[in-house]
């Protein structure tokens, strides 16, 4: 029985067509995007070809405003250290408590070096930002409030707009670290006003190692890799071709299919959860269930261990991961479902499963077929959990 790949959110296969469109730029079309013979304009072609085909993914006005980067890591890094340089007199930032380790380890690092005030506003117990204390967190001397457009564990969608025009108001730049939203729901950076925006190709199958930031025409950006002109002089360094011609076509594709892979997403997600809610007891839906990525799908199975789940999950060829591990794999509690109150007992049995446009309805049928079986009979063999919820569930205490 072939495996089945349910970590979408961690990365996604690149697509055929993009391998495809890649190849070329690793042979017969190797030149220097910079030069000015023949080998360097077929390749520049190819650039400014893909930087249009990002451009119309996030509905920026300009091919101008994106520039091309090494992935969402970056991109994040960049915006945030960009908007603290831009104005002086502007030194504290606004973010949220479920951000990604590429931003919040930033601002830890910039508070402890110099002296960066952070505010960290906190979430629900849905994953939803406190738009009351967000907007009290902005001020005079905000520089910049960067919130995510779409958490990568539990899949909830932050408003976006909102946020943006509330930091406009208190004369703040916004950016969004949009790498689990990219090519997966509709973005339009002109409807959101966002001043920056990250994303990262293989979270929408191109491969990794490229991404881009979006700045809108106007905002002050102040590069963080120096060097050669490369990018219009805001990011140096000769171009991955390969990768950002990758990363065009991905963009195309996502583009292209969105429309009709979203509603089908949705309803293989929808038809996943409602099994599993049917036939596991104690078994809890994590992130905002009214908004949300289409193929995001987070659990807490209340009293079990995720990693037992996960490796009898993998036993039978379904990858999945954790949602109770935080990034650096120190088997730490997760600071999303922390900042969410997630019980403990809960927390530490948090599974995420990641849908993408190449997930069937026959994979979905397999893993319905196979992870209630393992959860009641992980639950069966936990004295722990038959004292919890034993008697509700129909098993001796």
């Given amino acids: 029985m072939p495996p089945i790949y349910l970590d979408n959110n961690a990365t996604t296969r690149t697509d055929p067509e993009v391998v495809a469109a890649m190849l070329p730029f690793f042979g017969e079309t190797f ?5 000015t013979h023949a080998f360097g304009a077929g390749v520049a072609t190819a650039v400014k070809a893909a930087r249009g085909e990002v451009k119309a993914l996030v509905g920026a006005a300009s091919d101008a405003e994106i520039v091309f980067t090494s992935g969402g890591t970056e991109s994040d890094n960049a915006a945030i250290l960009s ?11 606004v973010t949220s408590a ?9 601002l830890a690092h910039l508070e402890k070096t110099r002296g960066t005030r952070v505010t960290v506003v906190g979430v629900d117990r849905s994953g939803r930002i406190d738009i009351a204390a967000y907007k009290a967190a902005l001020g005079p001397r905000t ?3 960067t919130v995510m457009w779409a958490n990568n564990e539990t899949g909830t969608i932050f408003p976006v707009a909102d946020l943006a025009a509330l ?7 916004f950016h969004t670290d949009a790498v689990q939203a990219a090519g997966r729901v509709r973005i339009d950076v002109a409807s959101a006003t966002v001043d920056m925006l990250s994303l990262s190709g293989h979270k929408f199958h191109a491969p990794k190692g490229v991404g881009a930031l979006y700045v809108r025409k106007g905002v002050p950006y102040a590069p963080l890799i120096r060097g050669g002109r490369q990018e219009r002089g805001r990011r140096a360094g000769t171009e991955n071709v390969p990768g950002i011609v990758g990363l065009g076509r991905a963009a195309a594709l996502a583009t292209m299919r969105m429309a009709a892979e979203l509603p089908r997403i949705t309803s293989l997600r929808d038809r996943l959860e409602a099994g599993i809610l049917a036939t596991v007891p104690a078994v809890e839906v994590l992130g905002d269930v ?4 289409p193929g995001t799908l987070a659990f807490a199975f209340d009293g079990l261990d995720s ?10 060829g379904i ?6 591990a935080c990034a650096s794999g120190s088997m730490e509690p997760s600071h999303v479902l922390k900042a969410m109150a997630v019980p403990p007992t809960a927390l530490e049995g948090a599974i995420r499963l990641c849908l993408s446009r190449e997930t069937t309805d026959a994979e979905i049928d397999r893993v319905l077929a196979v992870l209630p079986p393992i959860v009641r009979s992980l639950q069966e063999a936990s004295p722990f959990w038959q004292e919890r919820h034993g008697a509700e569930a129909g098993l001796p205490a």
């Fill in 31 to 35: 030149g220097n995007a910079s030069s």
């Fill in 83 to 93: 908007a603290l340089a831009a104005d002086p007199g502007r030194d504290e930032i």
């Fill in 98 to 106: 479920v951000e990604h380790p590429a931003v919040l380890a930033l």
């Fill in 143 to 145: 520089a910049l409030a």
């Fill in 167 to 173: 930091a406009h108001e208190a004369g703040a730049l």
């Fill in 290 to 293: 009214a908004s949300r990525l």
């Fill in 307 to 316: 990693e037992a789940i996960l490796f009898n999950l993998e036993k039978e």
């Fill in 319 to 324: 990858a999945a991961s954790s949602g109770s």
